[in-house]
């Protein structure tokens, strides 16, 4: 090698070395800044859909009281009743809010709506009851659409599969009462 070749030689290393390093350094600098222009990593969530057609009545029932119409996919009772709706699992842990559709004119009379779950526990008794979890009313007073009424106060909301059965219940105290569905949301975490 020359001594021309070898200068230029070193000039194309020592320029290469500068390459990296400035590279390196932005890369050092613009790491922060990806971190915070990145999106956070979101809690897994989900909010289950239990249309008012699907709840059902569990018999022994009066003959022509308490039984109940669906037109649209409403459930309208026909009088004092109450009907039920598993809670589908979605894989997530926690409920963390229950939400119930409806409409309400009767004036004196209200519609509730429950989340309960029942333990599974071996050689424990068949009739002991069943636990609330959340529960929403329907509001005083007629309006002739549909209200909402939600609540975020759930006890014991740690879904626990394998241990416990969950169960949506639906009381009408009279008629003139529409039950179009019910929400519940769940997510890893509440926050």
């Known amino acids: 090698m020359t001594s021309g070749s070898n200068s230029a ?3 194309c290393v020592a320029s290469f ?6 590279g ?3 890369l050092a600098l613009a790491a922060p800044l990806m971190a915070l222009a990145a999106p956070a990593a979101r809690a897994e969530s989900t909010r289950l859909q239990i249309p008012g057609a699907s709840f059902v009545q569990q018999c022994p029932c009066t003959i022509g009281i308490g039984s109940a119409s669906v037109r649209e996919g409403v459930l309208t009772p026909d009088g004092p009743s109450t009907y039920y709706a598993p809670l589908p699992y979605s894989g997530i842990r926690k409920v963390c809010s229950l939400t119930a559709y409806y409409r309400d004119v009767n004036e004196l009379e209200k519609m509730t709506v429950g989340l309960y779950y029942r333990n599974a526990d071996i ?3 068949v009739d002991e009851p069943a636990t609330l979890m959340a529960e929403v009313t329907s509001a005083p007073g007629v309006q002739d659409s549909i209200r909402k009424a939600t609540t975020s106060d759930v006890t014991a909301g740690a879904l626990k599969l394998g241990q416990r059965f969950y169960f949506l219940k639906v009381d009408f105290e009279n008629i003139n009462m529409d039950l179009l569905g019910v929400q519940v949301e769940m997510r890893d975490a509440c926050s």
């Open 9 to 11: 030689w070193f000039v």
């Open 17 to 22: 070395v500068l390459r990296v390093r400035r």
């Open 24 to 26: 390196a350094l932005l």
């Open 123 to 125: 050689g424990a008794a």
